[in-house]
């Protein structure tokens, strides 16, 4: 059998799944984004002192992923890769962009919301923005049809205990409602808002991203949560996270909507661990957020799919966050963008098939488009670059931060093997140089297409930023 038969015959079984799926009933998608939260603040992962009895169900009705990276480890950048299926430097993202930023998300770049448009899906966003402030980078510009939320961080606010901010807007759709808002409000408000939406589109197909800007500092909490947990601010914000998740699964639920949606939970990146009681925890992975080491980008996900997904099953497979543009497309029946994409079909893993393992690498870059770290799953390379480490100092408490190193310089070539380290303590380098090389020889592959500031290597296939003339 020929080579072009043997890939017309996968396309058409490929096809066939989703046909058969989209003759069904159009799957709903729903995103529930958590800023800040550690892989180790599940119940799941190790996590104690506060009871989130909602995520426990959904790990125990799905499926935990152990190996599940966000695209970059800060904020912006991130959602710019779990919304458009990319790697956030191909599209020109990077970093955190701030209030009156000039850049934000391009206008031909395609989000999960605009892919599944034309096939009539209705799409929110709730919550935290986070890929430009300037009224075309918005949500409403960019495929959703709603949105009521904060365009950045939620620390990016007047009373900053560092830093100063102009206020913190609140937006419904592209106008600002209201400023600086009392925070205690956000995830009970954005939580309303996501349970209506559902009860709006209960008879149409629809994808809900709903990014709560919790547990990322200032913390803050609803009455009904504050005091009642054993692990402080931190806790309580946890508990009505939890919360949110079961409004939403009993809406689902009472609707008879739960075996029709595909519901993800994950978080942004990792903890900010200078924040001490009121930063999340790694599980015992090294460093945290803003670092490519584990802690900072290997993050909590759990799916849920009624009836698809098998009850309390986990993946150990490599996957990320730009996978699930990808993912929903297959399932929608929906067309991909033209340009290229760097996500994966995950639906082998959903459904569990014998040696499924769509992504085989993944690439850790940070700051403007430094390449700092490659793997295959197995083994992780870590080039010579310069990093933030909390390792060195002690955290601070209660809202204010310890001392962070944010240019610590690594002079080494450090080579780990995930299966047996997963907290990066060992440089097995000296003992695996084949493996060495191979992902060094990956790492090279992902300079030509993407570039890489450190070895002064320009991308060949990466895209232009949005730009606005006057912000």
Known sequence: MNITLIKALALSVGAMSANDIFAKKQPNFIVILMDDMGYGDLRANGAIGYETPNIDRLVNEGMRFTRFYSPQAVSGASRAGLLTGCYPNRIGISGAPGPGSE?????????????????????????????????????????????????????????????????????????????????????????????????????????????HPMPHVPLSVSDKFKGKSQQGLYGDVMMELDWSIGQIMEKLKKEGLDKNTLVVVLSDNGPWLNYGNHAGTTGGLREGKGTSFEGGQRVPCVMHWTGTIQEGSICNKLSSAIDLLPTFAFLADAKLPGHTIDGVNLMPLLKQE???????????????NDLEAVTDGEFKLIFPHTHRTYEKFIPGNDGTPGQVEEYHNLQEKLLFDLRRDPGERYNVIGQYGDVAARLERMGQEAREELGDNITKVKGKNVRPIGRVKKP
């Open 103 to 211: 850049t934000g998300i391009h206008e031909d770049e395609m989000t999960i919301a605009e892919i599944l448009k034309p096939k009539g899906y209705r799409c929110a966003a709730y919550g935290k923005w986070h890929l430009g402030d300037q009224t075309q980078f918005l949500p409403t510009h960019n495929g959703f049809d709603e949105y009521y939320g904060i365009p950045y961080s939620n620390d990016m606010w007047p009373n900053h205990p560092t830093y100063k901010f102009p206020s913190l807007p609140l937006i419904e759709g592209d106008k600002t409602i209201e400023l600086d808002p009392d925070q205690s409000r956000f995830t009970t408000d954005f939580t309303h808002r996501a349970v209506e939406f559902i009860g709006k589109n209960k008879k149409n197909p629809f994808f809900l991203y709903l990014a």
């Open 354 to 368: 014998p040696d499924a393992n769509p992504r085989t690498s993944f690439y850790y870059y940070y700051r403007e």
